[in-house]
């Protein structure tokens, strides 16, 4: 084999968490993906303008078999460093909601810095370039790759893994890390869609409130966010219904507070004083999009005015609204999911340097680590201080 061909580190996936650790890994690095381009959902991400980390990156906002693995790296790689780079690199930001920082240019500026930091390093990057097969041996680790037609074999002393989860297959997401990892003795767990829009049947009657935003809370698995939630003509999606779906479970159901903060039994009551000739369905709609209270007047039969509903009526009818309980059918699955719940268990890999424990050289970033964030920045936070933790070690 050529001399070309021998290399330091192989990463396996130009994406967020593998371009960073090739910015962080010494020696002679080489990064390889299918792709045409690197860092494709960063481009896509947060609308086109990327939330490329979240002021409150802690780690209870990242779901885990394990919670506390991911504090190690997290800690030493934190969102304030990241922040640090986007300014060395003078990327213009901005924080939106609830700590989410995005660009104000777009996306390909957070590839762009990566890049040159990648570049800077010394680290190769080759695009189309497909993954065959993986093997290990005395010298190290042994890649076929298959580079626009042309058979090559690498041989690296470390194998990172870093080509994601499944969410998106349309995208280029293969879930080749787990496959990887299996082969290499570590365990995966089982891998779900999340952070996805969930399904419900006909019966929902969601169909005609498609398009309906409303702030709310929503809860599933004792976990719940106070967001806004958008109805589909397929279920319910936005942002708090992203969130709870990564607690959620088939067969489960989810709740819905259409009056997050607790009041609107009071705020009913007092407005049966001043307006008891409004019809309920109005009065609804001064507190919800009109469309929306024109639908649960329907359902919950109010063709009353307000003075007519006693206090147990308007009690029942705020309990209703701020507890609704429904069964989603399903989700959208991984044609629309942001990110992949559960993969590589990180009890066979060591929290500070991503490495395997039971395999010296081996190394797992990113996504297809079974640590998945909320929605918000949260999970290219991930990458970049899992990225970091590996590069760093390497
Ligand atoms: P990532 O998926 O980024 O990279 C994996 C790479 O491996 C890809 O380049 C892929 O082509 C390559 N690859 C896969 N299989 C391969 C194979 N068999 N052979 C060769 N190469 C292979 N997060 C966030 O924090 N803020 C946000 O705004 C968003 N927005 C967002 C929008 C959308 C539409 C999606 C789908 C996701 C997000 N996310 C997000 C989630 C975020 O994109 C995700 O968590 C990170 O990209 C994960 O980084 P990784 O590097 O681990 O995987």
Known sequence: ??????????????????????????????????????????????????????????????????????????????????????QRHGIPWHEKTLGQLFCDRSAKDIIRMLLDEMEAAGAELWLRTEIGEVSHGPDGFRVTLDREGRRLE?????????????????????????????????????????????????????KPLAGVATPARVSAGGAGFEEALLFTHRGLSGPAVLQASSYWREGQPITVDLAPGGALFDTLKARRATDGRKAMATVLADLLPARLAADLAKRHGLTCNLADMSDAALRDLAGALTAWELK??????????EVTLGGIDTAGL??????????????????????????????????????WAAGTAI
């Open 1 to 86: 084999m050529s001399d070309g061909l021998t290399y330091d580190t192989l990463i396996l996936g130009a994406g967020a968490a593998g371009l960073m650790c090739a910015a962080h890994a010494g020696g002679r690095v080489l990064v390889v993906d299918h792709a045409k381009a690197p860092g494709e959902k960063i481009r896509i991400s947060g609308g086109g303008r990327c939330n490329f980390t979240n002021m409150y990156a802690d780690p209870e906002a990242f779901l885990s078999g394990n919670p506390h693995f991911c504090k190690s790296a997290l800690k030493r790689y934190t969102q304030w460093d990241f922040i640090d780079l986007v």
């Open 154 to 206: 690498v041989t690296a002393r470390t194998l990172v893994l870093a080509t994601g989860g499944k969410s998106i297959p349309k995208m280029g997401a293969t879930g080749l890390a787990y496959r990887l990892a299996e082969q290499f003795g570590l365990k995966v767990t089982e891998t779900r869609p999340a952070l996805v829009p969930l399904t419900f049947g006909e019966e929902a009657g969601f």
């Open 328 to 337: 989603p059918a399903g989700s959208e699955g991984y044609r629309t999911a």
């Open 350 to 387: 060591d929290s500070r340097t991503m490495e395997a424990k039971a395999v010296p050289g081996l190394h797992a970033i990113g996504e297809a680590l079974d640590v998945t964030g909320w929605l918000g920045g949260y999970n290219f936070q991930w990458a970049w201080s899992s990225g």
